[in-house]
């Protein structure tokens, strides 16, 4: 083999000189070499793809490095198998972790440009629904700020969770087409294609005197490689992204296009093409659809193929795996893994059954989402066996062996069989128990969700496997919903307690004592002031409303769910117009607030759309009534998404976290808004416990019943016409709708959200009414004494630093991953 001698090529690869002069240049060259355009005929498109090559270009020596550095040491690292990565926008992320922001300001400057005009290009990819591909975003950051070796795995799905509009007030969704205009953030690999089977049987044939299993599948496609950059902050780590594109594994068969048949030359590739052509737009509910399990196995099993084929050196012991991965499972979604990895042992590299059982139970971790028992993922059997036939049989073989051992512990208790078997009685394979049983560990995402999980959802998974459950409280990267979402609050932040908090956020603790400090609370208000303007410039050019500058802002953003609640805070909206518009108070007597929500309903969950509905219906009455003389504003901008978030975030006073106790896993709106000095109004759920127990009660609003509360009721039998009966206000709240007030007279158009709440009402909205309607008057209150309402927003930062995802990921170190950083 030919060895390099040039000095250059011997060298490590050279970043641009990190200067202004250096910035100009590497970005002109880019918008000549790169775009093929000259400065004065480029469009903002070239502009904003040069700028991003430009600094792809300041990462890349680090990140070369990064990945020679990670196959040389082969120390254990993460590869985290996610079917969602909710990412957010790049540019902004990647200048601040290289620490050229100001850099690449002047630069664009310097050649007559404005580095928002470009910023404004670029589209955020929405691989992801919500809470469970946001937090997989934020721990792909901390792990790069923490040194940690990993891989993150995925989908790169070609339109990711729909764009929504509204079409008089109802949802309306539209494809998002974020790769148009293309991506300047990642780089393809289709030399680095794994196939992918799927269909076909299974057949034995003796190998030399022993009898082994293979699969032959019925049909492949292939799945390419993209790698995405992810940069540590300000510490020169660049991991890696990666997500799998599908392909036909033969593009087109010419012979059939030829005879004039083109749809039919085309199929196989349209077929294989579809596996990753679109996210799934669900949130917390299963899809048993084939479409989706094929989604799941295809970036598993490529994700596993890489690992084990590629990024292992040729000649490693596969008895040794645990000691270089760990494959941690973000929800259900990717445990067809297990599996998978059972069958590259036992029928590709020819290991025992029993061996390579031991080296899969070290390699998978589990972590669940959701307590909600209709949203834990089952397969029906025949899908599952036509689709991957080996992978059944593999199952029941696990599920055989897995009870045997049950029996041994337990004698014949078939009850206990029936409840813990992988198989369900109607013959649905339970992948949240096939990953129990295979995981090395299994963790909820709350203190509250993973009690609940051991001792309600999965008791006698508990009790067989001392020690298997634990709990990792969710985290956000302070780096994306602090610094660049606040960069006012940095900045007062780093002048009062200095820099390096950070990568540290416990130190957010010296603020405490500010809290009573004047001078520093009117900086601080200051502050949520200038960002209430920015969200009302905003707002004003991508939606065309307006904000008022004095209202409360009263912020509730989340997937549109009946468990969320969104009923219950229109419930409070509407009482406080009735009291209005009756009369019981006159205008200047209500607190002025802006409601903001944000929120998507799948396209399949009509209670859910018909919410939607009436938020923009009352909004569109309570804003235009001349009696409420502008005091209530109710503001519903189209399509939320990370962008919006980093807005809407950092000028909210009251974020309301409201969930039927028991539940919201976590939640990590909540955890934003509280560490950007929003108060919270909640319920005893989710990660808001944590907060509040960090915060203080004095600092946190609580309302509502308590998880063992919801029981209780939910045994003794609830009935949601007798809270109706024993409030006043929630009756006229829910008569107002009923009437047709907001529907033009026509009591037709809402009666099916009125009737439900009162006859059903499974997330008892109407049963915490009176209690909610109570602690708002109590944030009417504080809110009317703006030095202690200050004072408690400052604590709600100064106590928070605990709900960095860095915690996060230290915690998944030390309590499953046992991956050190490398230095
Ligand atoms: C969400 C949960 O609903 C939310 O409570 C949690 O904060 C988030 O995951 C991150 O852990 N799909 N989305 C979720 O769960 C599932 C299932």
Redesign the pocket.
């Known amino acids: 083999r030919l060895q390099p001698t040039h000095p250059i090529a011997l060298a490590p690869v050279q970043a641009p000189e990190p200067t202004v002069d250096g910035f100009v240049t590497q970005f002109l060259r880019n918008l000549n070499n790169g775009r093929g355009v000259a400065l004065s005929t480029s469009t903002a498109n070239d502009r904003y793809f040069a700028l991003a090559a430009t600094v792809r270009d300041y990462l890349m020596a680090r990140w070369l490095e990064d990945v020679r550095r990670q196959r040389t040491i082969q120390s254990k690292g993460v590869a985290y198998l996610s079917a969602e990565y909710l990412l957010g926008r790049q540019l902004d992320n990647n200048l601040l972790a290289t620490g050229l922001t100001d850099i690449a300001d002047e630069a664009l400057v310097a050649c007559g440009l404005d580095l928002d005009d470009v910023r404004a290009m670029e589209v955020e990819p929405g691989l992801g629904?919500?809470?469970?591909g946001r937090?997989a975003a934020c721990f792909i950051d901390s792990l790069a700020t923490l040194g940690v070796p990993s891989v993150g795995y995925g989908i790169r799905y070609e339109y990711g969770i729909f764009r929504q509009t509204f079409v008089d007030g109802q949802q309306v969704e539209q494809a998002d087409s974020w790769l148009a205009l293309g991506s300047p953030w990642e780089f393809p690999h289709p030399e680095a294609a794994r196939t992918v089977s799927f269909g076909g049987h299974t057949e034995t044939y003796d190998d030399g005197g022993v009898t082994r299993t293979r699969w032959v599948p019925a049909w492949n496609v292939l799945a390419v490689p993209y790698n995405y950059m992810v940069p540590g902050y300000h510490n020169g780590r660049v991991n890696t992204l990666r997500l799998w594109s599908a392909q036909a594994t033969q593009g087109f068969d010419l012979r059939v296009f030829n005879a004039g048949d083109y749809q039919e030359a085309v199929r196989a590739q349209t077929y294989a093409e579809n596996i990753s052509k679109v996210l799934y737009p669900e949130?917390?509910t299963p899809q048993g659809k084939e479409l989706r399990l094929q989604q799941q196995y295809f970036f598993v099993a490529a994700s596993i193929s890489d690992f084990v084929n590629l990024i292992l050196p040729a000649d490693f012991d596969l008895a040794n795996l645990p000691d270089r991965v760990i494959f941690q499972l973000n929800?259900t979604h990717p445990v067809i893994g297990v599996p998978e990895l059972m069958r590259v042992l036992v029928d590709e590299k020819g290991l025992e059954w029993d061996a390579a059982w031991q080296i899969t139970q070290q390699c998978f971790a589990y972590t669940c989402?959701?307590l909600l028992p209709e949203?834990l993922e089952v397969w029906p059997a025949d899908l599952l066996g036509r689709l991957l036939p080996r992978h059944l049989e593999i199952i029941y073989r696990i599920n055989d062996e897995f009870l045997e051992a049950v029996r041994e512990r337990f004698g014949d208790d078939s009850e206990r069989i029936r409840r813990m078997s992988i198989v369900s009685p109607d013959g649905a394979i339970r992948m949240a128990y096939l990953a129990t049983v295979a995981g090395s560990k299994v963790n909820g995402?709350a203190e509250l969700h993973s009690q609940l999980l051991r001792e309600k959802v999965l008791p006698d998974f508990d009790e067989f496997y001392p020690g298997k459950f634990t709990n990792v409280t969710?985290g956000v990267t302070p780096r994306r919903f602090v610094k660049l979402a606040n960069p006012g609050l940095s900045r007062l932040i780093t002048d009062t307690i200095g820099a390096g908090w950070l990568t540290d956020l416990d130190r957010l603790r010296e603020l405490e004592e500010y809290a009573d400090d004047a001078e520093f609370r009117s900086a601080f208000r200051a502050v949520k002031s200038a960002n209430k303007r920015v969200l009302a410039r905003t707002l004003a050019e991508r939606d065309g409303l307006t904000v008022a500058d004095d209202h409360l802002l009263d912020v509730m953003v989340k997937r549109l769910h009946e468990y969320k609640r969104q009923t219950l805070k229109l419930l409070h909206i509407i009482t406080e117009y009735d009291a209005i518009v009756s009369g019981r108070v006159t205008p200047d007597q209500v607190t002025p607030r802006t409601f903001v929500f944000g929120a998507k309903a799948a396209p399949g969950y009509a209670m859910a759309k018909r919410i939607i509905h009436l938020i923009n219906a009352v909004g569109s009455v309570v804003n235009d009534d001349p009696r409420v003389e502008g005091r209530l504003k109710v503001l519903f901008p189209p399509n939320y998404n990370v962008t919006l978030a980093e807005r809407i975030v950092p000028a909210a006073d009251l974020s309301e976290q409201i969930s039927l106790a028991g539940k919201?896993?976590?939640?990590?709106g909540n955890m934003k808004f509280a560490l950007n000095g929003a108060l919270t109004i909640g319920t005893d759920d989710?990660a808001n416990v944590e907060i509040r127990e960090l915060v203080g009660d004095d600092n946190f609003f609580l309302f509502g019943m308590a998880e063992p509360e919801v029981a209780d009721l939910q045994a003794r039998g609830y009935h949601p016409i007798d809270f109706v009966r024993a409030d006043e206000n929630l009756s006229r709240a829910l008569e107002l709708i009923s009437s047709g007030a907001f529907s033009g007279g026509d009591a037709s158009v809402f009666e099916p959200v009125v009737s439900n709440l009162t006859h059903h009402d499974p997330f008892m909205a109407l049963a915490d009414y009176t209690d909610y309607i109570a602690a708002q008057k109590r944030v009417d209150a504080l809110y009317a004494d703006q030095d202690a309402w200050t004072r408690a927003a400052i604590l709600n930062v100064a106590r928070c630093g605990f709900f960095s995802s860095d915690r996060s990921m230290r915690d998944y170190i030390d309590r499953i991953w046992h991956t050190p950083p490398i230095l």
């Open positions: 629904n919500g809470g469970l937090l949130d917390s929800d989402h959701t949203a995402v969710n919201e896993a976590s939640g990590t989710g």
